[in-house]
Structures are given as structure tokens and as C-alpha cells.
């Protein structure tokens, strides 16, 4: 009797830039309704998903290794055991990959968020997921989730997932952080900053030789939504309108450089180009590749 497969296949594609490797991790994904987004009623989201053959909300959840100059770093880690169980996939696909923890040399946050840095640090243990890796994130990240003040003005889900998650996480590489402003941080992994979704929300441009790749973090959270109508922010921006603005910066770049792209967000594996459609934006997959 012919076996029918109970599984997908692993989560795990490469993509080369040049001399770099960049390898898409699926973490997962995670449902959600309409209620988080602003700019736009929740009717007007749902026809935008419908027209899309996107009947509900779904987030993706990705992660990404470099491999440049002999070297190995980490681009976020998945959601760990905070937003089970559609995510929290990661080690799963990293091992996959070939790939065991104690290779990483570097994680790289685009910034502290659950789904971001949640798999930074078992949650039975407190141990370090990444015994090896140092902890790379732009100094404002830090410095806004361990703020009392500005915790103790958040919401109660606010104060559990974001504040005192992203604080168990990081903590246990307290002696590993590695805080920046902008520039590289990685051979051939150029941080931009782009503040607002969180204060220290950042993109990481990949560059080798003539290639580039942008992994723009959270640039959007609901992609059929958001490049239709990049005004559409979504409840946990810490600011709505430099979100927004930053948003925008990141079309306008990519579309006029013919930039190919991938974030966190983009459903699996996420690489693509973005072009502009009169005011607003259409995102086109690049097609399959057969080898690295």
C-alpha cells in the first residue's frame, strides 16, 4: 500500500549573493485576526486578503543564516516556546540544515520582538540556545525593553511578550552583547537602522561583489495588506507614523534599485522583488533555483 506523507518537507532554502550563502529557515507561522491593523477597517483588510486568495491572516515566521568569509551568523530565532504551536520550528529546520546551535558565531536581531528573539534562550533552563554565538542588536533595543518606566505603561500582554520575554531572553548573553548604531556588523552585513516599528527595528543589506540582498525585519507583517496600502501599521508599532515612514523608505529604495529582498514576514522562503503599482506596491517571488 502506497504510504501517504504526514509531513512537509524541512523549512530550509539557500539563496547566494555573491560569495555569501543566505539560507531561509521557516520558524512557523501565526494566525491572527484583522483587529491588530490600523489605517484601514477590517472589512476593507479582508478584501484585500480575499482578492489575494489569502482567506485569513497568516504571518510567517523566518530566520536566516549567512555564510560569508568562513563564517556563520544567525538573523533572528524564531518564537521558541513563547507562541506555540504553529511556531517555534527553528532548531527543528536549522538541524535540517546541517547546521548545530554551537556553529553560530553571531545571532543578529532585527529587533526584540517574541517571534524575533524568543529562541534565543530555552525557557526550562535559561540556558543559551546559541552557547557559542555573540548577541548582535542596535542599542536602542535594549535600552527601550528594559525600561521600567516605559513597561509599566504598556498593556499587560505588552508587558508579558514583549517586555519581560525579550528580557528572559536576552539576559543570559549579557556578556555577549555587541550593541551598534548602523554600519557592518557582519562580514558583508550592513546595518540600517529603521526605527519605528520597534526604536530600534533594523534592515541588514548582504553585499558581495555586484550582489545585494535586503532582509528588511518587519518592514511589513501582513504583505498583501501592507504593499497595497503601506499607510497600514499595526497595533504593537511603537510608533505608528515612523513605522510608516520607514515603510515607505524601504519601497521606494527597493523598487527603484530593482533590489531583491526578504523578510521575516514574507511567506516561505520570502525572497522576492518589489515593484511599484501606481501608488502602491506588488511583490514578485523569484522563481526556484536548483543550487546555491
Not at 509531513?7 to 531561509?24: E, K, M, N, S
Not at 540544515?97 to 558565531?105: C, T, W, Y
Not at 522563481?287 to 546555491?292: C, G, L, V
Amino acid at each position: 500500500m502506497i504510504k501517504v506523507p504526514q509531513q512537509q518537507v524541512p523549512g530550509v532554502f539557500h539563496r547566494r549573493v555573491g560569495d555569501i550563502v543566505v539560507t531561509a529557515l521557516s520558524d512557523g507561522y501565526l494566525d491572527g485576526g484583522l483587529d491588530v491593523l490600523r489605517n484601514i477597517s477590517q472589512e476593507e483588510a479582508r478584501q484585500i486578503l480575499i482578492d489575494n486568495c489569502r482567506p485569513a491572516r497568516r504571518t510567517p515566521v523566518n530566520a536566516f543564516l549567512v555564510y560569508s568569509g568562513g563564517r556563520l551568523a544567525l538573523i533572528e530565532t524564531g518564537s521558541g516556546n513563547y507562541l506555540l504551536p504553529t511556531a517555534g520550528k527553528l532548531l527543528a529546520n536549522l538541524a535540517a540544515a546541517g547546521v548545530s546551535p554551537a556553529d553560530i558565531e553571531a545571532v543578529l536581531l532585527t529587533h526584540m520582538h517574541p517571534d524575533h528573539s524568543a529562541g534565543l534562550t530555552d525557557m526550562t533552563t535559561g540556558k543559551r540556545n546559541f552557547a557559542n554565538a555573540e548577541l548582535v542588536m542596535h542599542e536602542n533595543e535594549p535600552k527601550h525593553w528594559f525600561d521600567d518606566g516605559k513597561m509599566a505603561q504598556a498593556s499587560e500582554r505588552a508587558k508579558k511578550l514583549y517586555f519581560q520575554a525579550g528580557r528572559e531572553q536576552v539576559l543570559p548573553y549579557k556578556d555577549r552583547w555587541r550593541l551598534f548604531k548602523d554600519g557592518e556588523v557582519f562580514p558583508g552585513v550592513t546595518a540600517i537602522p529603521r526605527p519605528g516599528h520597534t526604536p530600534g527595528h533594523t534592515t541588514f543589506l548582504i553585499s558581495s561583489g555586484q550582489d545585494q540582498l535586503l532582509i528588511w525585519g518587519d518592514t511589513v507583517h501582513v504583505p498583501e495588506v501592507q504593499t497595497a496600502r503601506p499607510e497600514v501599521c499595526m497595533e504593537f508599532d511603537t510608533d505608528a507614523d515612523a513605522a510608516a515612514a520607514a515603510r515607505r523608505k524601504v519601497f521606494d529604495m527597493v523598487a527603484a534599485d530593482r533590489l531583491a529582498i526578504t523578510g521575516m514576514h514574507l511567506h516561505f522562503p520570502g525572497f522576492a522583488h518589489l515593484v511599484r503599482r501606481g501608488t502602491a506596491y506588488q511583490l514578485i517571488p523569484e522563481a526556484w533555483e536548483q543550487a546555491p
